[in-house]
T-cell receptor
């Protein structure tokens, strides 16, 4: 199993550009999550999904959108990138909500 | 709003010493997680604590949970350099589905 994979690893965006961060898991997990980690801070939940077709907002959803058309994939869309979205983005998954979450390698995004 | 506080946020210690990291949280929860993060890397699950009084040990690390005090501890015994990392505790806010709330992390440096 590859576990949780994320692409790209690094990206630089100009203000106002858009992009999609990809996340795929091959563990047949129901739950998937997007977090962002700012320097020296813990992770903050952006969006989560409890299964295909179901998504919900986390603590910091503004400026982002998600979709979950399959069990495996949970892309995160940034519209109109802003410098405040400069961060490291982690995707995670778990089989059930109370299980430990498995994290992907992260995407380091810089908006200038 | 669930708040998770770790202390200390920074800890420098010598090999061979013992120390404890504390994690306090603000609302009722029976599920607490400890993660390790190496610089520039993703998060690795260390412990999942699912009930009051839960204690888990792996090598030189031992984690415990007191849900009545809303407190978890991560105890390090006879520290070695390889344990240098940032340690996060995270709490399940409720229902399992709405993701984890993370502390800011404890940056641990173990010196020879």
């Amino acid at each position: 199993n590859a576990g949780v994979t994320q692409t790209p690893k690094f990206r630089i965006l100009k203000i106002g550009q858009s992009m999609t961060l990809q996340c795929t898991q091959d563990m047949n997990h129901n739950y998937m999550y997007w977090y962002r980690q700012d320097p020296g801070m813990g992770l903050k939940l952006i969006y989560y999904s409890v299964g295909a077709g179901i998504t919900d907002k986390g603590e910091v959803p503004n400026g982002y959108n998600v979709s979950r058309s399959t069990t495996e994939d949970f892309p995160l869309r940034l519209e109109l990138a802003a410098p405040s979205q400069t961060s490291v983005y982690f995707c995670a998954s778990s089989y059930l909500g109370q299980d430990e979450q498995y994290f992907g390698p992260g995407t380091r995004l810089t908006v200038t | 709003e669930l708040k998770v506080e770790q202390n200390p946020l920074f800890l420098s210690m010598q090999e061979g010493k013992n120390y404890t990291i504390y994690c306090n949280y603000s609302t009722t929860s029976d599920r607490l997680y400890w993660y390790r993060q190496d610089p520039g890397k993703s998060l690795e699950s260390l412990f999942v604590l699912l009930s009051n009084g839960a204690v888990k040990q792996e090598g030189r690390l031992m984690a415990s949970l007191d849900t009545k005090a809303r407190l978890s501890t991560l105890h390090i015994t006879a520290a070695v350099h390889d344990l240098s990392a940032t340690y996060f505790c995270a709490v399940d806010g409720g229902g399992g589905a709405d993701g984890l709330t993370f502390g800011k992390g404890t940056h641990l440096i173990i010196q020879p």
